[in-house]
């Protein structure tokens, strides 16, 4: 049976730096919790756009030197906000600080609203994902070759260094959001040490799960080395209706679940996840 690991998330929208990290710091005290996680936005993602959003990689790192056990990412960074020669520098400084704990976490970017305020070119779909495995590929080399060079089609890179390397040999996992059938799943399937379907049903989760099977087939890639993560938001009035949709997606194929908590954090929350829908679920797969 694969093996079953929780995280937690804490969107940085709407909250503080402290309030967060004290989220954070309760996670790394709970050995049942093997991750934890921001997103990557400008902007929150609620119908009041103008309200506070820290920026995800900043906090990471921040987070990365304050913590000690937990495994730490963004679920996921958006690969259209920066050139992927500079974020394989980012998240390979992120890797050193937390001394090899980093999930990297990469998505094509969707977010039309960020893109036309700051004047960062979006691009279709296809070519969006086109852009994604070209970059999963130009950070695979910066991170494994002493000079990197790669002549894509929207990237290239010459004698490129990219020093220190990441703690993490030969590098850190890939996570690889989105749920497209035809291109996310293949680059999943190509790159992925972790699959991730931020939204959507069971039965959705079930149908993709098995395309992406299929996808690791095509590419002579052994599926049991993908993990299948979901994104579970967290009821904390009813924890039991969390446990049991966390369950639905374990029937499914989950096997990496990140629970995500909401702001204003209630008092106790991370515990009362770890007593109220790890530890049962976990019991479960004994």
């Given at each position: 049976?694969?093996?079953?690991?929780?995280?937690?998330?804490?969107?940085?929208?709407?909250?503080?730096?402290?309030?967060?990290?004290?989220?954070?710091q309760?996670?790394?005290?709970?050995?049942?919790?093997?991750?934890?996680?921001?997103?990557?936005?400008?902007?929150?993602?609620?119908?009041?756009?103008?309200?506070p959003?820290?920026?995800?990689?900043?906090?990471?790192?921040?987070?990365?030197?304050?913590t000690?056990?937990?495994?730490?990412?963004?679920?996921?960074?958006?690969?259209?906000?920066?050139?992927?020669?500079?974020?394989?520098?980012?998240?390979?400084?992120?890797?050193?600080?937390?001394?090899g704990?980093?999930?990297?976490g990469?998505?094509?970017?969707?977010?039309e609203?960020?893109?036309?305020?700051?004047?960062?070119?979006?691009?279709?779909?296809?070519?969006?994902?086109?852009?994604?495995?070209?970059?999963?590929?130009?950070?695979?080399r910066?991170?494994?070759?002493?000079?990197?060079?790669?002549?894509?089609?929207?990237?290239?890179?010459?004698?490129?260094?990219?020093?220190?390397?990441?703690?993490?040999?030969?590098?850190?996992?890939?996570?690889?959001?989105?749920?497209?059938?035809?291109?996310?799943?293949?680059?999943?399937?190509?790159?992925?040490?972790?699959?991730?379907?931020?939204g959507?049903?069971?039965?959705?989760?079930?149908?993709?799960?098995?395309?992406?099977?299929?996808?690791?087939?095509?590419?002579?890639?052994?599926?049991a080395?993908?993990?299948?993560?979901?994104?579970v938001?967290?009821?904390?009035?009813?924890?039991?209706?969390?446990?049991?949709?966390?369950?639905?997606?374990?029937?499914?194929?989950?096997?990496?679940?990140?629970?995500?908590?909401?702001?204003?954090?209630?008092?106790?929350?991370?515990?009362?996840?770890?007593?109220?829908?790890?530890?049962?679920?976990?019991?479960?797969?004994?």
């Open positions: 049976m694969a093996h079953l690991s929780f995280g937690v998330k804490t969107a940085p929208q709407w909250t503080t730096y402290e309030d967060m990290l004290a989220i954070w309760a996670a790394d005290e709970e050995p049942l919790l093997e991750h934890a996680w921001l997103f990557d936005h400008f902007y929150p993602l609620t119908p009041d756009m103008s309200g959003c820290l920026e995800g990689w900043s906090v990471l790192s921040a987070f990365a030197a304050v000690k056990r937990i495994r730490l990412g963004l679920m996921v960074t958006g690969n259209t906000y920066r050139h992927p020669a500079v974020l394989a520098n980012i998240a390979a400084t992120v890797d050193v600080i937390s001394k704990r980093l999930d990297f990469l998505g094509a970017g969707w977010n609203y960020e893109h036309t305020a700051y004047g960062i070119p979006l691009y279709t779909v296809g070519e969006r994902l086109r852009r994604l495995d070209e970059a999963c590929e130009v950070i695979k910066l991170w494994t070759e002493k000079q990197a060079n790669f002549e894509g089609r929207y990237y290239q890179i010459k004698d490129a260094y990219c020093e220190p390397k990441p703690v993490q040999q030969p590098y850190p996992p890939f996570v690889i959001g989105g749920g497209g059938e035809k291109v996310t799943l293949r680059i999943a399937a190509k790159y992925a040490s972790v699959w991730n379907m931020a959507g049903s069971a039965e959705d989760f079930k149908r993709k799960n098995a395309i992406l099977d299929e996808h690791c087939a095509a590419v002579g890639r052994n599926p080395e993908i993990a299948r993560s979901i994104q938001p967290i009821n904390p009035d009813n924890l039991a209706e969390t446990r049991q949709n966390t369950q639905n997606y374990i029937e499914a194929g989950v096997n990496h679940i990140v629970l995500n908590i909401r702001p204003p954090y209630p008092e106790g929350i991370v515990h009362r996840l770890v007593e109220e829908v790890v530890e049962p679920l976990k019991s479960l797969q004994m």
